[in-house]
């Protein structure tokens, strides 16, 4: 089993709606989570981290994390083209280990 | 801060070339990563050091792949002999040692050999 996983995508949402997007992890990270934001062509860019249960808000991004469901999640609300990009979940043990990221295409 | 520093941004060599990847960590990061990724297997860790000292290798592909960090502000990748297989784009990240810090990723080197 690989240590993150996400199987969720890829993912189209109209200009200003809510894109939700889903991770699971392994017993082997459990101690932080990231979500990371690449553009096409570009290096993966840190936007969010949650080390806690529950929910944890910047701006329009909101983290979201259940350890008794072994389950992390990212919410984007009033989607901008801006926003278009591969998210890939991260998880921490010792080290990052990466999900395969979920390609959101946000229509204008 | 100029943040995590790669060199260069892109390479093309011919198959059984050596292949040298550079990178700077950011000034103060302890620990370095060296990932690879592509279209079928995502980001993939191949290396980390911390405070200079590979500590886990486990990642690395094969005997042809070797990465130094001679101190803490330089590291290298090496691909000797390179193989199309090996075709990738290359990713440098630093960070604090410590379970709560992300990590910062350069730009990348995109290695295409033919």
């Known amino acids: 089993q690989k240590e993150v996983e996400q199987n969720s995508g890829p993912l189209s949402v109209p200009e200003g709606a809510i894109a939700s997007l889903n991770c699971t992890y392994s017993?082997?990270?459990?101690?932080?989570f990231f979500w990371y934001r690449q553009y096409s062509g570009k290096s993966p860019e840190l936007i969010m981290s949650?080390?806690?249960?529950g929910d944890k808000e910047d701006g329009r991004f909101t983290a979201q994390l259940n350890k008794a469901s072994q389950y992390v999640s990212l919410l984007i609300r009033d989607s901008q083209p801006s926003d278009s990009a591969t998210y890939l979940c991260?998880?921490?043990?010792?080290?990052?280990?990466f999900g395969a990221g979920t390609t959101v295409t946000v229509r204008a | 801060d100029a943040g995590v520093i790669q060199s260069p941004r892109h390479e093309v060599t011919e198959m059984g070339q050596e292949v040298t990847l550079r990178c700077k960590p950011i000034?103060?990061?302890?620990?370095l990563f060296w990932y690879r990724q592509t279209m079928m297997r995502g980001l993939e860790l191949l290396i980390y050091?911390?405070?200079?000292?590979?500590?886990?290798d486990s990642g690395m592909p094969e005997d042809r792949f070797s990465a130094k960090m001679p101190n803490a502000s330089f590291s290298t990748l090496k691909i000797q002999p390179s193989e199309p297989r090996d075709s990738a784009v290359y990713f440098c990240?630093?960070?604090?040692?410590?379970?709560?810090?992300?990590?910062?990723f350069g730009s990348g080197t995109r290695l295409t050999v033919v």
């Open positions: 990240a630093s960070s604090l040692e410590g379970k709560g810090y992300g990590y910062t």
């Open positions: 017993d082997r990270v459990s101690q932080s």
């Open positions: 949650i080390y806690s249960n």
């Open positions: 991260a998880g921490n043990d010792y080290k990052l280990s």
């Open positions: 000034s103060g990061h302890n620990s």
């Open positions: 050091f911390n405070n200079n000292v590979p500590i886990d």
